[in-house]
T-cell receptor, first 113, second 115 residues
Framework: NAGVTQTPKFQVLKTGQSMTLQCAQD?????MSWYRQDPGMGLRLIHY???????DQGEVPNGYNVSRSTTEDFPLRLLSAAPSQTSVYFC????????????FGPGTRLTVT | AQTVTQSQPEMSVQEAETVTLSCTYD???????LFWYKQPPSRQMILVIR??????QNATENRFSVNFQKAAKSFSLKISDSQLGDTAMYFC????????????FGQGTTLQVKP
């Protein structure tokens, strides 16, 4: 199993550009999430999904869009990049239910200039 | 809303010694889970230990153990016989019951193990 994969690993965008961060998992996990990590703030939830076709907002959803058309994939779209979106982005997945281990991807470091 | 607080931004410990990382949380829930995740310089997030709130017994995983004080809403991590490979950022996280998979993280504590 490849686990949770994310592409790209690094990305530089100009203000106003759009892009999609890719996330895929091959563990047949129902739950998938996107977090952003900023210094001194830990990880904050952007969007999450409990199954294909079902998504919901997390703590910091503004400026981001998600969809989940398959169990395996959960892309994160930046609609119009802003310098405040400079961060490290993590995708995670886990089995349905409460208290299970989250499996994280390797992260994408995004810089918006 | 739930919050998780880690009040120690940085800590250091000598190799082979014991260190305790602090975490407090705020919730009105009765059933929930608490986690400690480790993030080494590679940036990969790794689960260290997990505690179910309705279990009174503190969780233990090899050199890692927790002190879970439900009434005080405290969840500290003790690392015994510290090793150089324990150098990492450690995050405390909360998940309420309800089948959403949503984690709320603390700010993190950077631990440096010195030889």
């Amino acid at each position: 199993n490849a686990g949770v994969t994310q592409t790209p690993k690094f990305q530089v965008l100009k203000t106003g550009q759009s892009m999609t961060l890719q996330c895929a998992q091959d563990m047949n996990h129902e739950y998938m999430s996107w977090y952003r990590q900023d210094p001194g703030m830990g990880l904050r939830l952007i969007h999450y999904s409990v199954g294909a076709g079902i998504t919901d907002q997390g703590e910091v959803p503004n400026g981001y869009n998600v969809s989940r058309s398959t169990t395996e994939d959960f892309p994160l779209r930046l609609l119009s990049a802003a310098p405040s979106q400079t961060s490290v982005y993590f995708c995670a997945s886990r089995l349905a239910g409460t208290g299970g281990e989250q499996y994280f991807g390797p992260g994408t470091r995004l810089t918006v200039t | 809303a739930q919050t998780v607080t880690q009040s120690q931004p940085e800590m250091s410990v000598q190799e082979a010694e014991t260190v305790t990382l602090s975490c407090t949380y705020d919730t009105s829930e009765n059933n929930y889970y608490l986690f400690w995740y480790k993030q080494p310089p590679s940036r990969q997030m790794i689960l260290v230990i997990r505690q179910e709130a309705y279990k009174q017994q503190n969780a233990t995983e090899n050199r890692f153990s927790v002190n879970f004080q439900k009434a005080a809403k405290s969840f500290s991590l003790k690392i015994s016989d510290s090793q150089l490979g324990d150098t990492a950022m450690y995050f405390c996280a909360f998940e309420r019951s309800g089948n959403t998979g949503k984690l709320i993280f603390g700010q993190g504590t950077t631990l440096q193990v010195k030889p």
